[in-house]
């Protein structure tokens, strides 16, 4: 579990929603004393003991889960790669019915887009409606849904994003029974999307509303290009590069907050590796550029 303000995020990894061990993850927001869960948070696509969810973190609004058995960046037989996933979780933004929620992440890097219903205005069993992009700067690989739709199944129903065009993606459900409820709020669909390497601004628009949101108002979101924090291996800050920077970092992972470093877990800038997340590879990767080995620091 990782907590950031009134959010947390809840690593869930053998979960079997997506297969077995396929795993997944869970934002609860905090009003007052009380934490709701606000959205579920999948991979996306069949994924067998992907292990989704085996570590989150999270600041302000961006939260990133691991998925320490996921195969897609290679690795050779027996030998998974693991991935890191990137999700914006939504905050304060567009005042539409159906709104996509501003985001931001590195050029070269991926992202996922949330859009939400802010108060519906009335129930809600059949939906449609179009995300235009540019595409030279984000191209559409696929999707996560919100918690609104979790029930959108067979046999009662379904729910499916399909890119028609280039810069053009059409999202639709239907559901015969107990549908989205008059004055519900919270996350339709996560658009996840590559970045180019070279990228500018760019904003998400939202069209073609059909069915029971025909006469909803709408909210475009924008995409705008983040920088990113390259961690050196010095930890606590102190200016060099000793065992206990790779201390810090495995406290990290392991959730010891707050760390021996006298920093928030949360603080600890421990992803020397790049990979997304802070792992003991990291903490070996710190160890080993102090004792003059070959590290990933080099």
Excluded at 115 to 140: C, H, K, S, W
Excluded at 159 to 185: C, E, H, K, M, T
Aim: hydrophobic fraction near 35%; aromatic fraction near 8%; proline fraction near 5%.
């Amino acid at each position: 579990m990782a907590v950031s303000g009134d959010t947390a995020v809840v690593g869930a990894h053998l979960n079997d929603d997506d297969g077995p061990d396929s795993g997944s993850a869970y934002i609860f927001r905090r009003s007052g004393a009380v934490w709701s869960q606000e959205a579920k948070l999948t991979a996306g696509e069949l994924a067998f003991y992907d292990r989704f969810g085996c570590s989150v973190a999270v600041s302000g609004d961006t939260a990133v889960v691991g998925a320490d058995g996921e195969w897609s960046g290679g690795g050779g037989f027996g030998t998974p790669a693991g991935s890191a996933y990137v999700f914006v979780i939504p905050t304060a933004g567009g005042t539409g019915d159906l709104d996509i929620v501003d985001s931001s992440a590195p050029c070269g890097g991926s992202v996922s887009v949330p859009v939400r219903i802010q108060d519906a205005p009335n129930m809600v069993n059949a939906l449609g409606f179009e995300v235009t992009y540019d595409p030279a700067i984000l191209t559409y690989t696929g999707f996560v849904k919100g918690t609104l739709v979790d029930n959108f199944d067979d046999p009662v129903g379904d729910f499916d994003v399909n890119p028609y065009s280039s810069g053009a993606i059409r999202i639709g459900g239907y559901r015969s029974l107990d549908g989205i409820a008059s004055g519900a709020g919270g996350v339709l669909v996560y658009l996840k999307f590559d970045i180019a390497a070279v990228c500018d601004s760019s904003v998400l628009e939202i069209a073609a509303l059909t069915d029971d949101i025909g006469s909803w108002t709408a909210t475009s979101g924008r995409f705008t290009p983040g920088s990113v924090t390259v961690c050196d291996g010095d930890v606590n800050g102190d200016g060099d590069i000793t065992p206990a920077d790779a201390l810090c970092a495995f406290e990290k992972y392991m959730t010891i907050c707050p760390t021996s470093c006298g920093i928030k877990c949360a603080d600890v800038c421990g992803d020397v590796n790049g990979d997304g997340d802070t792992t003991p590879a990291d903490a070996l990767c710190i160890f080993n550029k102090y004792l003059g080995k070959p590290s990933c620091l080099d």
